[in-house]
């Protein structure tokens, strides 16, 4: 990564590394003596200054985050003006993105997919309640703490119900992680954030992105036509999640999963086998991954039998229970 150049200090904080540099500015890991404790500074670049619309694009973010108060949304600690930059100043989320945790292993089993979906779900359903919608998910934009939470971020082109903040030469969003809506250039709502998260869950349990080729025309082509099928996931992925997921990925929004809460109790009764916290073996999960050691044992996950499982049962006890009655009467 090209680094910039470290200033001592951002305001009382100083300054550690630059951990990343994006399309609006740098990122800064800092440390704040006060309370000893590390937080990111996001700032806006100094070439950026003049640019109306970033500037408005940045507020934005900033807005939409203090809004929000959730354990899967990255918090916001403070904003200001300094020599003319602005800073954003936020909780560092100890972890690795998604993005670096497909790159090092395109095997999630499909408990590490479920529970990292799971908490993106949530922080979805916090924002969509809140009428944003967050328009660029994908996986540099997730993070996963070792401490085993999913964080979403970047709220830098979200979309505050009929507002819209247009930058000229810039596509809003990522090609690769559109929906079909959104390659058409149509009105964006929290449909499309669904159809988004669905490319991200198929590629945690595929190990492969379900659209994309080497050119942006080819990969939006394959958005707006190309289906998925219950045969495309791997043979472990359990058919109700296949489901899930191919409901997510309907290319008509109106066909689409209805909605981020729909989709959480769908994954609900999918995970009722496993346990309910699941922070602790991902952390383990993510150890292993980074340390590219064996996987842990994944947590139990239960079978659940199929209803008609249970009426058949039901039917053998009571035929049994009945044959006893005869025999002794
Ligand atoms: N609060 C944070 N804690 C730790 N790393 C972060 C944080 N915010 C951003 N990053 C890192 O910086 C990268 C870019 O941040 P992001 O907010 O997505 O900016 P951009 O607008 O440049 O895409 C992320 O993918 C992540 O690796
Ligand atoms: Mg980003």
Not at 43 to 68: I, S, T
Not at 99 to 123: E, M
Request: with cysteine; proline share 6%.
């Amino acid at each position: 990564m090209k680094k910039a150049k470290a200033p001592e200090k951002i305001g009382p904080y100083s300054v550690q590394d630059c951990i990343g540099e994006g399309s609006m500015g740098e990122i800064w890991l800092c440390h704040d003596p006060s309370l000893d404790r590390m937080l990111v500074v996001k700032r806006m670049q100094l070439a950026l200054r003049g640019y109306e619309d970033l500037v408005q694009r940045f507020n934005r973010e900033v807005q939409v985050l203090a809004a929000m108060n959730h354990q899967n949304i990255v918090q916001v600690y403070g904003y200001w003006m300094e020599k003319g930059l602005l800073n954003l100043s936020m909780e560092f989320i100890n972890g690795w993105s998604l993005r670096q945790i497909l790159d090092k292993s395109n095997t999630f089993p499909p408990w590490v997919a479920c529970s990292i979906l799971w908490g993106i779900l949530n922080a979805l359903v916090h924002t969509h309640t809140r009428k944003f919608v967050h328009r660029d998910l994908k996986p540099s934009n997730i993070m996963v703490d070792f401490a085993g939470t999913a964080k979403l971020l970047d709220f830098g082109v979200v979309r505050i119900e009929d507002q819209e903040i247009t930058i000229p030469g810039t596509i809003i969003g990522s090609a690769a992680y559109m929906s079909p809506e959104q390659v058409r250039g149509e009105s964006v709502t929290e449909h499309s954030d669904i159809f988004s998260l669905g490319i991200i869950a198929f590629e945690m349990l595929a190990g492969r992105h379900p659209f994309k080729e080497d050119s942006a025309e080819k990969t939006t082509r394959n958005i707006l036509s190309r289906e998925i099928y219950p045969s495309d996931f791997p043979e472990d992925v359990p058919p109700s999640l296949r489901r899930l997921v191919r409901r997510m990925l309907a290319k008509e929004p109106s066909r689409r999963a209805n909605s981020a809460y729909a989709c959480l109790k769908e994954l609900d009764s999918i995970m009722s086998g496993l346990p309910r916290e699941l922070s602790h073996p991902l952390s383990s999960w993510l150890r292993s991954v980074r340390k590219e050691m064996p996987f842990p044992a994944a947590p139990r996950w239960k079978k659940s039998l199929p209803p008609l499982a249970w009426l058949a049962i039901a039917t053998g006890i009571g035929l049994v229970a009945g044959m006893v009655l005869i025999a002794v009467v």
